[in-house]
């Protein structure tokens, strides 16, 4: 079996998955109506991020395309002040990675690319102040394969 080749992605490969992940999530069926969303950013009130926390080229194929991994972060802000408030808003970020693992329902990445692979992480608290209130920020760790078919 072929050895993988760690190789970071371009600054420009990242802003393009970048965008690409940014149009994706908002697709997403279970983004609240009164949220915001935002990439590599949280914004004052509810809010939806997704960040991008590093990613490598694993493998090069003959034609100029590769296999490349992307480590995503997946973030929910809100503010819960019950249980069952803070357990809805946990179901948020676990609906929306859930619905990335569905890879048949996911829509094609532009460029020659196709997500081939999506595995979710266990969803986690973080307790924030923002603005005097406190703010409760659900994540979950991504991982993201996908190749780009060469010329």
């Not at 973030?75 to 808003?89: G, K």
């Amino acid at each position: 079996m072929a050895e993988e080749i760690k190789e970071r992605l371009s600054k420009t490969e990242y802003d393009k998955v970048g965008e690409m992940l940014l149009e994706l999530i908002a697709e997403c069926p279970y983004i609240p109506k009164d949220a915001k969303i935002k990439y590599n950013a949280l914004e004052v009130g509810k809010c939806v991020s997704i960040s991008t926390i590093g990613g490598s080229i694993k493998k090069w194929d003959i034609a100029g395309g590769f296999t490349a991994e992307l480590a995503i972060r997946i973030l929910y802000q809100s503010f819960p002040t019950t249980n069952s408030q803070m357990i809805n808003a946990q179901a948020v970020v676990d609906n929306i990675t859930g619905w990335m693992e569905d890879i048949e329902n996911l829509p094609r990445l532009t460029k020659n690319r196709t997500i081939t692979k999506i595995t979710a992480g266990g969803t986690f608290p973080d307790v924030e102040e923002v603005e005097g209130d406190k703010a409760t920020v659900y994540v979950s760790n991504v991982v993201m394969e996908y190749r780009k078919k060469g010329a």
